[in-house]
């Protein structure tokens, strides 16, 4: 049985070998080219592993669709929660030379292991960490964006507590240009989104889904992953 951080990716994160074949086959063929930057988010994972933190990072093929969803939108101003070891933010900082990113983590350890990261990676200078809960820190950033002493926001990538998915998508809307974009990730996990006897739902999730379904201001989808996460999902949402 392997221990540590192979342990608990097998534990946690076992997989069908198809997803990892296709992902295998995928990765080699279109990421080759981000080697330079597969090289830094490697080194940043193994920093990550070495001070203890979870290793619950997106996987790279979520990563890269970050990154490219983020060029997409031709995003200037992203507001990342739910920093970790700075894995996602190394490739959304990657999708422009000029993109600014700001990014809350409530865990000072994490923080300081992603600036570590951050700085390796070269992106440190173009992202603000904020040490702090989402729930603090959320209210005070649509107040100085009201205010006008920071700029509104057009991409979100939400990855932190489940539980506040919703609050953090309508704090978000508060202060998102018009057309902003979000992502929130680990919406579907394993499924347990839906009730079904043999699942117990993420009531986080389904708030967060149920209320969209209510509010003018949202249009989202969800999008369902494999791979080596799992089973798991990604919602999109433009705010009009
Ligand atoms: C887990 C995975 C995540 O991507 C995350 O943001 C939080 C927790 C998990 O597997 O428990
Ligand atoms: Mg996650």
Same mark, same amino acid.
Request: net charge negative; aromatic share 8%.
């Given at each position: 049985?392997?221990?540590?951080?192979?342990?608990?990716?097998?534990?946690?994160?076992?997989?069908?070998?198809?997803?990892?074949?296709?992902?295998?086959?995928?990765?080699?063929?279109?990421?080759?080219?981000? +080697?330079?930057? /597969?090289?830094?988010? %490697?080194?940043?994972? =193994?920093?990550?592993? !070495?001070?203890? @933190?979870?290793?619950?990072? #997106?996987?790279?093929?979520?990563?890269?669709?970050?990154?490219?969803?983020?060029?997409?939108?031709?995003?200037?101003?992203?507001?990342?929660?739910?920093?970790?070891?700075?894995?996602?933010?190394?490739?959304?900082?990657?999708?422009?030379?000029?993109? +600014?990113?700001? /990014?809350?983590?409530? %865990?000072?350890?994490? =923080?300081?292991?992603? !600036?570590?990261? @951050?700085?390796?990676?070269? #992106?440190?200078?173009?992202?603000?960490?904020?040490?702090?809960?989402?729930?603090?820190?959320?209210?005070?950033?649509?107040?100085?964006?009201?205010?006008?002493?920071?700029?509104?926001?057009?991409?979100?990538?939400?990855?932190?507590d489940k539980m506040n998915n919703w609050p953090y998508i309508n704090w978000f809307c508060q202060m998102a240009e018009p057309n902003a974009a979000i992502i929130v990730d680990n919406v579907v996990r394993q499924a347990k989104l839906v009730t079904h006897p043999d699942l117990e739902p993420n009531p986080g999730n389904r708030r967060m889904i149920e209320n969209i379904k209510d509010d003018d201001r949202l249009d989202a989808?969800?999008?369902?992953?494999?791979?080596?996460?799992?089973?798991?999902?990604?919602?999109?949402?433009?705010?009009?």
């Open positions: 049985m392997a221990t540590g951080y192979a342990g608990f990716k097998a534990e946690r994160y076992a997989c069908d070998e198809r997803w990892t074949y296709v992902d295998e086959y995928t990765g080699k063929n279109l990421h080759a080219r981000d +080697k330079s930057l /597969t090289d830094v988010l %490697n080194q940043a994972t =193994a920093n990550s592993d !070495k001070y203890g @933190l979870l290793p619950i990072s #997106v996987s790279e093929h979520q990563g890269k669709f970050l990154m490219l969803q983020a060029r997409m939108k031709g995003a200037k101003h992203i507001l990342e929660l739910g920093l970790l070891g700075g894995y996602s933010t190394i490739w959304l900082a990657n999708s422009s030379p000029s993109v +600014k990113i700001t /990014t809350v983590e409530v %865990n000072e350890n994490n =923080a300081r292991v992603a !600036k570590e990261n @951050l700085q390796n990676a070269g #992106v440190l200078d173009r992202v603000e960490v904020i040490v702090g809960s989402g729930t603090d820190v959320m209210p005070q950033l649509v107040q100085e964006v009201k205010d006008g002493k920071r700029q509104p926001y057009d991409f979100t990538f939400i990855d932190a989808t969800v999008i369902q992953w494999v791979g080596d996460k799992n089973y798991d999902g990604f919602l999109m949402a433009l705010v009009k």
